[in-house]
């Protein structure tokens, strides 16, 4: 069975800074890309940042780029995202995310979140 | 970055009802299109992908389809635990996007 768990969420005031983690079982990790999903409260979902396979390729969205790092180590099947310079704006529910197929992104399977509230 | 329009915002229905959710994208995204469920505090589930193949375990009655820049999900007899919140999302290229989202509740 495929499961994602998510940590190290919490509180944090603004300026601060996160890190968090995403274990990963029931498939070889090593083989997918991954991605980072968050949603703020009572708000849609949002594409946050996606690493590749073997952590080669990174992508962010323009909300996060150069504040937030996504990276990966197979070897304990864990994804992580470095969370600087936290904002108001950032607080929400980070999902991880599996996506399934190299050419079309399809996100098939998600964890239940760890939520990052940002504020003073 | 491509914009993705949803609509309606909200939608109230009764079971048994057909409806269709429909997606436009600000560019061509041939056919990268997922669509989502997601219920009240519970993480979204992938309902369909490329624009109109089914995902494993996903109810008949749910299905998708694409025209140009224009994609629907449509439900053909709206059960019971249809009652959710659903998104579009483009994965054409970078950043992806998601629509904002159609919430569907009872009637």
């Known amino acids: 069975e495929v499961q994602l768990v998510e940590s190290g969420g919490g509180l944090v005031k603004p300026g601060g800074s996160l890190r968090l983690s995403c274990a990963a079982s029931?498939?070889?990790?090593?083989?997918?890309?991954m991605n980072w999903v968050r949603q703020a409260p009572g708000k849609g979902l949002e594409w946050v940042s996606s690493?590749?396979?073997?952590?080669?390729?990174?992508n962010y969205a323009d909300s996060v780029r150069g504040r937030f790092t996504v990276s990966r180590d197979n070897t304990k099947n864990s994804l992580f995202l470095q969370l600087n310079s936290l904002r108001a704006e950032d607080t929400g529910l980070y999902y991880c995310?599996?996506?399934?197929?190299?050419?079309?992104?399809?996100?098939?399977?998600w964890g239940q979140g760890a939520l990052v509230t940002v504020s003073s | 970055d491509i914009q993705m329009t949803q609509s309606p915002s909200s939608l109230s229905a009764s079971v048994g009802d057909r409806l269709t959710i429909i997606c436009r994208a600000s560019?061509?995204?041939?056919?990268?299109l997922n669509w989502f469920q997601q219920k009240p505090g519970k993480a979204p589930n992938l309902l369909i992908y490329?624009?109109?193949s089914l995902q494993s375990g996903v109810p008949s009655r749910f299905s998708g389809s694409a025209y140009a820049t224009n994609f629907s999900l449509t439900i053909s007899s709206l059960q019971p635990e249809d009652f959710a919140t659903y998104y579009c999302?483009?994965?054409?290229?970078?950043?992806?996007?998601f629509g904002g989202g159609t919430t569907v509740d009872i009637k």
């Open positions: 490329a624009a109109s």
């Open positions: 690493i590749s396979s073997n952590g080669d390729d990174r």
């Open positions: 560019q061509p995204i041939y056919n990268y």
């Open positions: 995310v599996r996506d399934r197929d190299t050419n079309m992104p399809i996100f098939d399977y």
């Open positions: 999302q483009q994965t054409y290229t970078y950043p992806l996007t």
């Open positions: 029931g498939f070889t990790f090593t083989y997918y890309n």
